[in-house]
């Protein structure tokens, strides 16, 4: 990670850390030369309950595994790292709600955590008015579009725009272009409608129908009559629990004759790939934020985080195969506590009065190389709109696994800047 300024502190730690100094001390003596004692506390705003939960579940796994490798190697600015974790319902009120108690009554530092993007949207404005920075793990266009504020980043996880522009090509060029897009029908979905119906138009190729549906719906049958009999790939993304209803609907429907299948791995995450019902999947494609099953050319780092956060490499815990893993999601919550321990560190963080250098010292990174922090890949951190950019996978089902088959460039998902939130006042 390449922020332009570093703190000569910040050096010592990593240095002593790299020695293994602070892993080897005893954590009392770990924490010992900090200027405060008092634990860097950082509000999760977990989607415990609601259709997010399966995420929040995982989320609050990789988050504690993360958490424990830092505080393992001196913490944060030799103070320990406390998570503040917080229900909120996957809902936008109760999100905002939860914002406001981090501030005013758990005396976190800053928040974090939230995937959801009607949750992101619903709680922004709320981080803006406490002066909380919110770290969000969303994929929402919302924070690059400019629609939030300051004190909200997105530096651990790319948003839609960026995955579909880099996946259209591919699309295009293998699958089809003709193609008719089934989402779910809010803030997510609409990027995915948006963003890849004008991405798959500038590789020549058309949407014949968009077909939203809503989030919380539970059988999907009455809407696949609306796929026109001309479609040559079938796009889907779809949300919350009953994930697994819509990919079995979706085979039942097609039968043994079906357009090629594109989907983004959301529409299986937490799903067991061998679950009775899903083997017409066989031969489909999925976009993948981070590879389910180790790859053949698996990395350690890839390697250390499954470890840490306790995954096998099908993506199920170690603990119950059953148990199925939201691996193409949860590194970013691993990925952004790693960086607001560098922004800290940046910045010299000692308190609530330094947020504002904390959100500058973030906004100063660039290039972030592939590392045991950042194991999904390297990424390229966009200081004006708050947002980062990272390597792409494609996967295709074979024989009951995906199995990785194209994997795009960083520069394959860039576009535009459309908003400088560096211009904006504290």
Same mark, same amino acid.
């Given at each position: 990670m390449?922020?332009?300024?570093?703190?000569?502190?910040?050096?010592?730690?990593?240095?002593? &850390?790299?020695?293994?100094?602070?892993?080897?001390?005893?954590?009392?003596a770990?924490?010992?030369?900090?200027?405060?004692? =008092?634990?860097?506390r950082?509000g999760f705003?977990q989607?415990?309950?609601?259709?997010g939960?399966?995420?929040?579940?995982?989320? /609050?796994r990789?988050?504690?595994a993360?958490?424990k490798?830092i505080n393992?190697?001196?913490?944060?600015?030799?103070?320990?790292?406390?998570?503040?974790?917080?229900?909120?319902?996957?809902?936008?009120?109760r999100?905002?709600?939860?914002?406001e108690?981090?501030a005013n009554q758990?005396?976190?530092?800053?928040?974090?955590?939230?995937?959801f $993007?009607?949750?992101?949207?619903? $709680?922004?404005?709320?981080?803006?008015?406490?002066?909380?920075?919110?770290?969000v793990?969303s994929? /929402?266009?919302?924070?690059a579009?400019g629609?939030?504020?300051?004190?909200?980043?997105?530096?651990?996880i790319?948003?839609?725009k960026?995955?579909v522009?880099?996946m259209?090509?591919? +699309?295009s060029?293998?699958?089809?272009?003709?193609v008719?897009? *089934?989402?779910?029908?809010?803030?997510?979905?609409?990027?995915?409608?948006?963003y890849?119906?004008a991405a798959i138009?500038?590789?020549?190729g058309e949407?014949?129908?968009?077909i939203a *549906?809503?989030?919380?719906?539970?059988?999907?049958?009455k809407?696949?009559?609306k796929?026109?009999?001309?479609?040559e +790939?079938?796009?889907?993304?779809m949300?919350?629990p009953?994930?697994?209803t819509f +990919?079995?609907?979706l085979?039942?429907?097609f /039968?043994?004759?079906r357009?090629? *299948?594109?989907?983004?791995?959301?529409?299986?995450?937490?799903?067991?790939?061998a679950?009775?019902?899903?083997?017409?999947?066989e031969?489909?494609?999925f976009?993948?934020?981070?590879?389910?099953y180790?790859?053949?050319?698996q990395?350690s780092?890839?390697?250390?985080f499954?470890?840490?956060?306790?995954v096998? =490499?099908?993506g199920?815990?170690?603990?119950d195969p059953k148990?199925?893993?939201?691996?193409?999601?949860?590194?970013?919550?691993?990925e952004t506590l790693h960086?607001i321990?560098a922004?800290m560190? &940046?910045?010299?963080?000692?308190?609530?009065?330094?947020r504002a250098k904390?959100?500058?010292?973030v906004? &100063?990174?660039?290039?972030?190389?592939e590392s045991d922090?950042?194991?999904q890949?390297?990424?390229r951190?966009?200081g004006?709109?708050?947002?980062v950019?990272?390597?792409?996978?494609?996967s295709?089902?074979?024989?009951?696994?995906?199995?990785?088959?194209?994997?795009t460039? *960083?520069?394959?998902?860039?576009?535009?800047?459309?908003?400088?939130y560096?211009?904006?006042?504290?």
């Amino acid at each position: 990670m390449t922020p332009r300024t570093m703190t000569n502190r910040r050096t010592l730690l990593k240095g002593a &850390a790299a020695g293994g100094l602070l892993a080897a001390a005893p954590l009392a003596a770990r924490f010992a030369s900090a200027q405060s004692a =008092a634990p860097i506390r950082i509000g999760f705003q977990q989607h415990s309950t609601g259709i997010g939960a399966a995420y929040g579940r995982w989320y /609050g796994r990789t988050t504690e595994a993360a958490v424990k490798m830092i505080n393992d190697a001196g913490g944060i600015n030799g103070r320990p790292v406390e998570i503040v974790a917080e229900d909120d319902g996957t809902d936008p009120k109760r999100g905002a709600e939860v914002l406001e108690k981090f501030a005013n009554q758990s005396n976190c530092d800053v928040a974090f955590g939230t995937l959801f $993007s009607h949750v992101v949207i619903g $709680s922004a404005p709320a981080a803006g008015e406490l002066k909380l920075p919110y770290f969000v793990v969303s994929e /929402g266009h919302h924070v690059a579009s400019g629609m939030l504020n300051r004190y909200t980043l997105q530096p651990g996880i790319t948003d839609v725009k960026s995955q579909v522009q880099a996946m259209a090509p591919y +699309v295009s060029e293998n699958l089809g272009k003709k193609v008719t897009m *089934i989402y779910p029908d809010f803030a997510f979905g609409h990027d995915h409608r948006d963003y890849f119906s004008a991405a798959i138009k500038e590789q020549g190729g058309e949407v014949l129908e968009m077909i939203a *549906i809503p989030p919380t719906e539970t059988s999907f049958t009455k809407y696949f009559p609306k796929i026109p009999r001309d479609t040559e +790939v079938v796009y889907h993304v779809m949300v919350g629990p009953a994930v697994l209803t819509f +990919v079995k609907e979706l085979g039942e429907f097609f /039968g043994p004759s079906r357009p090629e *299948i594109f989907g983004f791995i959301d529409s299986l995450e937490a799903v067991d790939l061998a679950s009775p019902g899903l083997e017409f999947l066989e031969g489909t494609y999925f976009w993948e934020g981070n590879p389910r099953y180790a790859q053949e050319d698996q990395t350690s780092h890839d390697k250390l985080f499954r470890e840490a956060v306790g995954v096998d =490499a099908n993506g199920a815990s170690v603990s119950d195969p059953k148990d199925v893993s939201t691996y193409a999601h949860m590194f970013g919550c691993w990925e952004t506590l790693h960086i607001i321990k560098a922004g800290m560190e &940046a910045a010299n963080y000692q308190g609530p009065e330094d947020r504002a250098k904390l959100i500058e010292a973030v906004e &100063a990174m660039t290039d972030m190389p592939e590392s045991d922090a950042h194991p999904q890949g390297p990424k390229r951190f966009n200081g004006k709109t708050h947002q980062v950019f990272g390597v792409q996978y494609i996967s295709r089902v074979e024989n009951g696994k995906l199995v990785k088959v194209h994997t795009t460039s *960083i520069e394959d998902t860039l576009y535009p800047d459309e908003v400088d939130y560096t211009t904006m006042s504290f």
